[in-house]
């Protein structure tokens, strides 16, 4: 049997002998499924045809990825406490593992919310059934379950010293980010995925319920992902794409995104 993985959001099935009928990850509202269909592809040929490319950020910040289906990077992160694997990708072959293996490994796996669950699994098995943490609120959205994934609940978990995840909502009801105090030099850095989100211009943060159909949070929504930020120091936020990046003050960043969003929703910033 074959684990048939999405193209559109590149969530990998469990192992089936034909493709799903459809991807309830696409299917609904905060996902699509393209004008062409909903097709499907495997690990094995997404290795001939996708090389994952990898870029240092700063010291222990990496980022992988090979631009497939959404077209997020993960985060390697080299920590004291050990590798974290920030947010997944679909794209897994032998050059990755063996590289990453010389860093180190992997010993924890963290995602952000469900676009990005992809191929967590395979993941996990290639670096010695690392676990995977999943905020509890979304674990209706694993089409894929595997042994390794340890559902937390709250509003944080503390993987090791420095190393934090912080439930924010938004974009989910279990979205997270990822704090790490010893990144950017010791001032801190937010791994965010698209909870929240870099904008093009690399100025502004964005929120949004989805991104492709352009649904909006509300205001009380957004708040709430300023106030689940605000005990921590950083300095850096690390967005879902290889560019996207805020390098600096970017606190001041997420507290002006915020009130900016705000006062747009409820029309008290004039334009």
Not at 83 to 92: A, K
Not at 149 to 158: A, I, Y
Not at 170 to 197: E, M, N, R, Y
């Amino acid at each position: 049997m074959t684990a048939f993985i999405c193209t559109a959001c590149g969530t990998q099935f469990p192992p089936s002998d034909k493709p799903p009928a459809l991807c309830p990850i696409c299917e609904e509202e905060r996902q699509y499924v393209p004008p062409g269909g909903q097709r499907w592809t495997t690990l094995e040929a997404l290795a001939k045809s996708h090389m994952n490319s990898f870029r240092e950020y700063e010291p222990g910040v990496i980022g992988v990825g090979a631009g497939f289906a959404i077209g997020q990077r993960a985060l390697l992160l080299r920590t004291r406490g050990g590798n974290v694997l920030w947010d997944c990708v679909s794209t897994l072959d032998p050059a990755t593992v063996t590289l990453i293996k010389g860093l180190g490994g992997i010993q924890a796996i963290a995602i952000s919310h469900p676009h990005f669950y992809t191929a967590m699994g395979e993941w996990s098995r290639a670096f010695g059934d690392a676990p995977i943490h999943l905020h509890a609120t979304d674990k209706d959205w694993i089409v894929n379950p595997d042994p390794a994934v340890k559902l937390w609940s709250g509003d944080t978990l503390r993987l090791w010293d420095g190393v934090t995840l912080i439930r924010c909502g938004g974009h989910f009801p279990g979205g997270a980010v990822l704090h790490w105090q010893g990144g950017a030099g010791g001032k801190g850095i937010v791994c965010s995925g698209d909870i929240l989100t870099v904008t093009t211009d690399r100025k502004w943060l964005s929120f949004m319920r989805s991104y492709p159909n352009l649904i909006p949070l509300s205001a009380k929504e957004v708040e709430a992902i300023g106030a689940a930020m605000q005990p921590f120091a950083f300095d850096t936020i690390y967005g879902h794409y290889f560019d996207r990046v805020i390098p600096a003050d970017a606190k001041v960043v997420l507290e002006k995104s915020v009130a900016r969003y705000v006062g747009a929703v409820n029309g008290t910033r004039g334009y």
